[in-house]
Antibody, heavy 119, light 107 residues
Framework: QLQLQESGPGLVKPSATLSLICTVS??????????WGWIRQPPGKGLEWIGN???????YYNPSLKSRVTMSVDTSKSQFSLWLSAATAADTAVYYC???????????WGQGTLVTVSS | DIQMTQSPSTLSASVGDRVTITCRAS??????LAWYQQKPRKAPKLLIY???SLESGVPSRFSGSGSGTEFTLTISSLQPDDFATYYC?????????FGQGTKVEIK
């Protein structure tokens, strides 16, 4: 059974880079049918798609965040990562790592991790 | 960018009611539309993908329809477990814009 687990600092200083790792278990991260991604949700607000990554390293980012977002994948560790530079309070959110199936949308979610941007 | 607009933002209903939520896309997305249910402090759960395909394990009282730019999620007979917030999402490998959400409240 697929499991996704986010990890990383829960507190980030303004202007610093927010970084998170998602560990995938129960299925191969190199599966050709899956994309992996990040979605976030500010407290009390809606969902925002951040981007997707394929096991080959191909990436697709939300245009509104593209200038600050980087994603990578490490197939040897079955992990993928998110970096968001120049963090501000507006980046405070629960960050979810997800599996994105091109045909059946986001069918698996991590439990989510709250990242607060504050000094 | 494709924008997704959901309506209503809040819906008050009673157990047994038929409930419909609408989602409109700013341009045609064919059938690539999903619906999610989210309960407080939980990750969203996929209900429907590809406009009308029911995710495994989801009760048959949930259904989806539409194409192009206008889509609906229908709950045929609202159950106590269905009080939650619902989101639509247009999806491809290149993007994944969500609607702003519809909160279904107890009337």
């Amino acid at each position: 059974q697929l499991q996704l687990q986010e990890s990383g600092p829960g507190l980030v200083k303004p202007s610093a880079t927010l970084s998170l790792i998602c560990t995938v278990s129960g299925v191969s991260i190199s599966s050709t049918t899956n994309y992996w991604g990040w979605i976030r949700q500010p407290p009390g607000k809606g969902l925002e798609w951040i981007g997707n990554i394929y096991f080959s390293g191909s990436t697709y980012y939300n245009p509104s965040l593209k200038s600050r977002v980087t994603m990578s994948v490490d197939t040897s560790k079955s992990q993928f990562s998110l970096w968001l530079s120049a963090a501000t309070a507006a980046d405070t959110a629960v960050y979810y790592c997800v599996r994105h199936n091109p045909h059946s949308a986001v069918d698996n979610w991590g439990q989510g991790t709250l990242v607060t941007v504050s000094s | 960018d494709i924008q997704m607009t959901q309506s209503p933002s809040t819906l008050s209903a009673s157990v047994g009611d038929r409930v419909t939520i609408t989602c409109r896309a700013s341009q045609s997305i064919s059938i690539w539309l999903a619906w999610y249910q989210q309960k407080p402090r939980k990750a969203p759960k996929l209900l429907i993908y590809k406009t009308s395909s029911l995710e495994s394990g989801v009760p048959s009282r949930f259904s989806g329809s539409g194409s192009g730019t206008e889509f609906t999620l229908t709950i045929s007979s609202l159950q106590p477990d269905d009080f939650a917030t619902y989101y639509c999402q247009q999806y491809s490998i290149y993007s994944g814009t969500f609607g702003q959400g519809t909160k279904v409240e107890i009337k």
